[in-house]
């Protein structure tokens, strides 16, 4: 399941700028890693509301390729812990197996006393 990405205003104003100036929308699609049909969108909304369309809170592509690395990164951490923890759990076992069998050190001989 694809997560929406988010733009900021000045990405979108800058997307329908290039618009107005005449350049294609497949152009500026491809440029801007959208689909056509965002750009349909933006430019109504911008002829709709002028400067105060695209008011919500979006993020750069920076920010967004920033999320990715730093999940990814949380991810691989995520999976380290387990391989340690299992680790963990695979020495205690053999202590224990081997507190066990092993002769116990701490019997006193005759010989102590």
Same mark, same amino acid.
């Given at each position: ?8 205003? $000045?990405?979108?104003?800058?997307? @329908?700028?290039? +618009?107005? +100036? ?5 152009? *500026?699609?491809?440029?801007?890693? *959208? %689909?056509? %049909? @965002? ?5 109504? $909304? ?10 919500? %809170? ?9 999320? *990715?690395? +730093? ?12 391989? +340690?923890r299992r680790c963990l759990q695979h020495v205690e076992e053999q202590r224990k197996l081997q507190a066990l069998t092993s002769p116990r050190s701490f019997i006193r001989t005759s010989r102590e006393k």
């Amino acid at each position: 399941m694809g997560q929406r990405r988010k733009f900021t205003r $000045e990405f979108k104003e800058e997307a @329908v700028r290039r +618009l107005g +100036l005449g350049v294609s929308v497949a152009e *500026v699609a491809r440029a801007c890693e *959208v %689909n056509p %049909n @965002v750009l349909h969108r933006w430019r109504r $909304e911008f002829q709709d509301y002028g400067k105060k369309a695209f008011s919500g %809170n979006g993020q750069c592509r920076e920010d967004e390729s920033r999320i *990715v690395e +730093l999940e990814r990164k949380v991810g691989r951490q995520a999976l380290e812990i387990d391989f +340690l923890r299992r680790c963990l759990q695979h020495v205690e076992e053999q202590r224990k197996l081997q507190a066990l069998t092993s002769p116990r050190s701490f019997i006193r001989t005759s010989r102590e006393k």
